[in-house]
C-alpha cells in the first residue's frame, strides 16, 4: 500500500516525533490539516475525549452513579477518580458501555472525602482526564433528635437551638412550617431565639422542618416544634 508523503509544513512543530510512535499518543491535533491524514494512517487509535459528568457531588457515605458524556468509548472501559489534593485513587464498581459517547460509572461508598478528577481508560491504554471535577462529601447529619424543642411562656423571651455535622460548613434555614412568633433562627449557628410576641391566647405548638445544608450544597431536613403556652387570666367580681 502506498504511503502519503507528509512534508513539513504538514506536521505541526515537534508534534510527531518517535515516542509519540511508540507509545500510542499521536492524536489529530498533532498533524496540521493540510498534511491530509490522520494516525489512522499509522495504525493508531485515537484517544477517547470527557465532555461532562452528571452529578458533580457525590455522597461519599452511599455512593452513587455518574453519568460521563465524552466520545471514543470502546467496551469496556475503566473509570477512576483521582484526588485533587492526595493523589488517592478510587476505582468505579462498576462501568456500563452505553455507546460511544456515554458511559455509567458505578462510584463505591468510603471512597474519601474531597474533590477528584474523573479519568477513563480504554482497553487500548489510551485515557482521557476530566478537566472539571468532582466532589466527594458526606451529607450533613443531625445530631438534635426530632420532635419537640421544649416551649416558651407567652410575652417571654425564648433560647433552644439545634444541630447537624458534615466535612464542611453548616447553614441552616427554615423550609416549612413557622417559628413563634418573635423568635428566629440564627443561620450559622441553629440557635433560636427572641422574644415571644404572638397573638395566641390558648396554648399552641408550632411546627416546623429545618434544613441543614452544607458547602457541597447537601441537605438533611428535620422536623421540629416549640409550644408557645399562656397562663390562666382570673378575674371576677364580688357583691
Known amino acids: 500500500m502506498a504511503l502519503t508523503k507528509i512534508t513539513s509544513s504538514g506536521i505541526t512543530d515537534s508534534a510527531v516525533n518517535t ?6 499518543t499521536i492524536v489529530d491535533a498533532d498533524i496540521a490539516s493540510n498534511a491530509g491524514i490522520s494516525p489512522s494512517k499509522f495504525g493508531l487509535s485515537t484517544p477517547p475525549t470527557l465532555t461532562s459528568f452528571t452529578p458533580t457531588t457525590i455522597d461519599d ?4 452513579n455518574i453519568t460521563i458524556t465524552g466520545t ?12 485533587t489534593s492526595t493523589g488517592a485513587i478510587v476505582t ?3 462501568v456500563t458501555f452505553t455507546s460511544a459517547t456515554s458511559l455509567t460509572a458505578g462510584l463505591p461508598s468510603g471512597g474519601g472525602s474531597g474533590i477528584y478528577k474523573v479519568r477513563v481508560e480504554n482497553p487500548d491504554g489510551l485515557a482521557v482526564q476530566s478537566s472539571s471535577t468532582l466532589t466527594y462529601s458526606s451529607d450533613p447529619t443531625w445530631s438534635t433528635a426530632a420532635g419537640s424543642l421544649g ?8 433560647s433552644f437551638s439545634v444541630s447537624a455535622s458534615s466535612d464542611s460548613t453548616i447553614s441552616y434555614s427554615v423550609v416549612s412550617g413557622a417559628l413563634p412568633t418573635g423568635l428566629s433562627l440564627n443561620s450559622s449557628t441553629g ?12 396554648e399552641t405548638a408550632y411546627s416546623f422542618t429545618i434544613r441543614a445544608t ?6 438533611a431536613d428535620r422536623a421540629f416544634s416549640i409550644t408557645v403556652s399562656v397562663g390562666i387570666t382570673e378575674g371576677g367580681g364580688f357583691n
Open 19 to 24: 515516542s509519540k510512535i511508540a507509545d500510542n
Open 61 to 64: 457515605d452511599v455512593g452513587g
Open 72 to 83: 471514543g468509548y470502546v467496551a469496556i472501559p475503566q473509570v477512576t477518580l483521582i484526588n
Open 92 to 94: 468505579a464498581s462498576t
Open 151 to 158: 416551649s416558651v411562656a407567652k410575652g417571654a423571651s425564648g
Open 191 to 202: 440557635a433560636i431565639t427572641g422574644t415571644e410576641s404572638g397573638s395566641d391566647t390558648s
Open 214 to 219: 452544607d458547602a457541597e450544597s447537601q441537605t
